[in-house]
């Protein structure tokens, strides 16, 4: 523990980096920037080369689960910036000469070693066959989903656009995984999803819910995990 100024000691709290607010900036956008400064997560992403910190959700979800593999297929759906595309990338084994790991989203992202980029939304209709074509006629092996809808502030209405989003994330994954694939979805505590639900469990052997570590505890997101798809 560092020693104050005085000769004392400082505690973890006084360690702790400050943001005043400034002029036109409101106080949420101070207290957010003060806690992604404070936030080990964010450093470690910073360090590591990391595209963001949501790449250690899917890290810690990957030691729970066992989710990915040397030599599997791996579709991120709103992969922007492409923190999972990147934690995919490096367990599986994509190249550019046998890519496996396709990040697909409407946004523009800075490449990516062995991973296939596609600028689209995945809502469209023919996203499913462009994605595919793209693993080289083969089906994924793991469907990602870290989207979360724009925010209205209105908790009923903004709970019913993600889910509606997840609901959109699972057609696509029950068009474009091959048989025993995975699919993993961000959702958000409260209100129902019992259709979503029923959804996965009618087309998946095992359905179950998540929080990782890195997930941060004020948060209300979640994660589904689907596994042993049933095929179409």
Do not use: C
Request: proline share 5%; no cysteine; hydrophobic share 40%.
């Amino acid at each position: 523990m560092a020693k104050a100024p005085g000769g004392g000691r400082q505690s973890e709290k006084d360690l702790k980096v400050r943001v005043k607010t400034s002029k036109g900036r409101k106080i949420g956008s101070t207290l957010w920037l003060q806690r992604q400064l404070n936030d080990p997560y964010v450093a470690r992403a910073r360090n590591e080369g990391m595209r963001s910190r949501a790449a250690y959700k899917l890290t810690e979800l990957d030691e729970r689960f066992g989710l990915l593999r040397k030599g599997m297929r791996v579709v991120d759906l709103g992969a922007a910036p492409g923190g999972w595309s990147q934690v995919a990338a490096g367990i599986v084994g994509t190249t550019a000469e046998n890519p496996l790991v396709v990040g697909i989203d409407y946004l523009d992202m800075d490449p990516i070693p062995g991973v296939i980029l596609l600028k689209k939304d995945f809502t469209e209709d023919d996203a499913p066959d462009m994605l595919i074509e793209a693993m080289g006629g083969h089906k994924a092996d793991l469907v990602l989903s870290d989207m979360a809808a724009p925010t209205t502030g209105h908790r009923a209405t903004d709970h019913l656009r993600i889910i509606h989003l997840v609901e959109l994330a699972a057609d696509f994954a029950i068009q474009v995984l091959a048989p025993g694939g995975t699919f993993i979805a961000k959702v958000f505590q409260g209100g129902t999803e019992h259709e979503l639900l029923a959804m996965l469990k009618k087309n998946f052997a095992t359905t179950q819910h998540a929080k990782p570590p890195a997930s941060r505890q004020g948060s209300a997101e979640t994660y589904l995990v689907a596994r042993g798809f049933r095929g179409t």
